[in-house]
């Protein structure tokens, strides 16, 4: 079989074969084998749920995949609740004539970074479009996950005082896709961040390090979890810019762009609020993935009730941050 | 706002506001409206979990539309398993310049068909793709059911000689997307069968009815539910073509297009499998929600281990129902 055909979306012959050579030979569990209209799963009493659907162009770029991406995003998404990613369904929508060697490498690609969390597929779906009405592969991961820690993680518990903390460098995903489109002949070491944040999130929690946010900084840069958190929790957030990491490669092409780094997406990359007690130990462990992690700023309270982010150049100035308008670039995860 | 742009998939404030205005509107909740990476769910210690992807086209057809596809189609795979639909995920992925009206009139849609079972969206995500990169809206729902009553649905729990119902007449939808599609200029009364089979599967549940297995016969027809039946319980099945109930217009088509009409998709209507003694109950709750509801068969034991469908036509002779091969009509749901 050298491509994807109508008929392995239609229900009959094909579609089972593909499902079994194919998807189940790369997820195989025992749940996932049942094959029933749905998967039943044990639960501990409360889980977590999340969505994302990704249609990254190109399908293959520096530091991952479309596969690499379906997983660590939905992953991530879970973890930053706190939750231990558990299940995954996995929705795959294929343009007909699609090259199968290719959906192979996603799906081993996919395969592979589940095992980075230790979550499962144990649903899908699998639909073929006719040439033209979709272009090349999209997929849907959606996750449950289990709490085994107590904290409650939530966009709205950041307190006054809390101390706000990157993962990494920021920036990598957004200038890699941005370097790989057709139009652009540029070369450099950029490769995406995409990762699969749980180990680093299960460390924090093992821990017992007291969180009370954590956000993947993907669609929207840093700047839309900041905003976000500003309005969720109700504070101030004082960032000072030379702390927050950026490497050469991505402030270059942010002048060559006019883009802001701090807008640019990221897919492995989470922004932390910890009381100011657990600086410390939490840079310890980031540190521990990512010799970059900062301390970039301070939650405040604001007389006035403006609850905005602002950034501190260091020659002393300061500047909002907004919420990002526009479209950077469109198909970015 | 007249289109879908770019920028309403940028993470950025345009998508925000879209959220808010157009799907927190229609599918407001207390879970969805905390807005956090992931959605936390309070579960009875074990859930039902299953994924679909619509890309039905055209958007709107008689009966229903993507939206009402979408929220009926996962909402029966959970129904499939006895278990009760409790919370959705809902992806959009959307084309550039696609109508806001229609974006609104398919989560209006969805919004209604929600009622039906009483499942809530409670989390979601949305892209926006450049125009020729996606024909129109696909959505990506994916669901959590809990269990209620204790009964263990499943197509390998199919024994010999357990009844073979039908909920009702077949075909509905495939014929409808058939006639829809632009190059059939026909006329006929056909109305999909696109509806949410919760109800139903409650007020047998309710009243304690044995249910050995359901399934809705979408992509495949009754012939893909029916195989896959024989496989998974290792019965074989005895078919009485008499007794399936098609309608005149459905059986025209098929013989227009030389289709089976036990091939067709349908995106309402299910096949039991249940006791002979609990026959007569079964029908009597089938035929409060529709008139056609039918006995069509029985499961027996195959000596030589001949897993098959065996259809016997009213003049007596038999034939083997196969599993469908190749794709009727892409783009069915």
Same mark, same amino acid.
């Given at each position: ?50 969505? =994302? ?35 995954? *369904?996995? *929705? ?14 996603? @799906? ?10 230790? /979550? ?9 479009? #006719? ?5 090349? @592969? ?30 990494? =460098? ?22 995406? =961040?995409?990762?699969?944040?749980? #180990?680093? @999130? ?21 700047? /839309? ?24 490669? @991505? ?21 932390? /609020? ?18 970059? /992690? ?18 501190? *150049?260091?020659?002393? *100035? ?16």
């Amino acid at each position: 079989m050298q491509q994807i055909q109508l008929s392995h979306g239609g229900g009959g012959q094909e579609m089972n074969r593909l499902i079994k050579d194919l998807f189940f030979h790369h997820f195989t569990n025992k749940i996932l084998l049942k094959m029933e209209d749905a998967a039943i799963l044990p639960t501990n009493g409360k889980i977590a749920f999340t969505t =994302d659907s990704f249609t990254v162009s190109p399908l293959f770029f520096a530091g991952g995949d479309i596969g690499k991406l379906a997983i660590a995003g939905t992953v991530n998404d879970l973890a930053m609740m706190g939750a231990k990613p558990e299940y995954l *369904s996995c *929705s795959f929508m294929i343009e007909e004539g699609f090259s199968y060697a290719d959906l192979k490498t996603i @799906v081993q690609s996919m395969q592979k970074e589940l095992a980075v969390s230790g /979550a499962k597929i144990v649903c899908g779906d699998t639909k073929v479009v #006719p040439r033209g009405t979709l272009d090349g @592969v999209f997929i849907n991961t959606t996750g449950v996950g289990s709490f085994y820690h107590s904290q409650t993680l939530s966009a709205s518990a950041i307190q006054a005082g809390d101390a706000i903390l990157l993962s990494r =460098d920021i920036g990598c995903h957004g200038s890699c896709i941005l370097m790989a489109r057709d139009a652009l002949k540029l070369s450099s070491n950029l490769i995406s =961040d995409c990762a699969t944040l749980w #180990p680093v @999130v299960e460390m924090l929690l093992d821990k017992n390090i007291t969180l009370h946010a954590l956000r993947d900084a993907t669609r929207g840069g840093i700047s /839309a979890v900041l905003n976000e958190w500003c309005v969720a929790s109700e504070v101030q957030l004082d960032i000072n810019e030379e702390n927050i990491p950026v490497s050469d490669e @991505v402030n270059g092409l942010c002048e060559l762009y006019g883009f802001e780094s701090y807008d640019l997406a990221n897919e492995g990359t989470m922004v932390l /609020a910890v009381p100011q007690s657990e600086v410390a130990a939490t840079l310890a462990v980031l540190r521990l993935f990512s010799v970059s /992690a900062s301390h970039i700023g301070n939650a405040c309270h604001n007389e006035e009730g403006n609850h905005k982010v602002i950034l501190h *150049s260091p020659w002393g *100035s300061r500047r909002y941050l907004d919420l990002p308008q526009g479209e950077l670039l469109p198909r970015i995860c």
